[in-house]
């Protein structure tokens, strides 16, 4: 999907996967993940890059079963290109996507409920649970 000077693709040989992991090893819910790990998940996640001209600035990864539900992880747009909609765009490209359609979506935020709840997302923390592995650092 192209828009202007930004474009999003799926295309896994575009990813810029050290760009990926920098990013993520500032944020708030992926900052003690290794390089390989990054790799790893992208190798069995279905993967957005977005992209301005050859510089990667933003991600989002897919997990999901084909079958039954989707989660949404990963999301990010590099803080120089935030607040032009293209965090918008990807989020929508990816609810609309086709091969999702029919799928319940979840997903974990800390701080984008508004953003999430605009493509339909609803908060439930009565629901969900979590388990942390025992050694994450291993």
Known sequence: MKNGEYFISKDK?????????????????????TLAQVQASIENSICYGVYHGTRQIGF????????TMYYLCDVFIDEEYRGQGIGRRLVDLIVQSEELDGLTGVLGTKDAHGLYESFGFVRDPDRFMKRRPTNPWA
């Open 13 to 33: 040989a575009l990813l810029q996967t050290e760009t990926i992991h920098q990013f993520l090893s500032r944020s708030y819910w992926a900052n003690r993940r």
């Open 60 to 67: 989002a990864r897919i997990i999901t079963d084909w079958a």
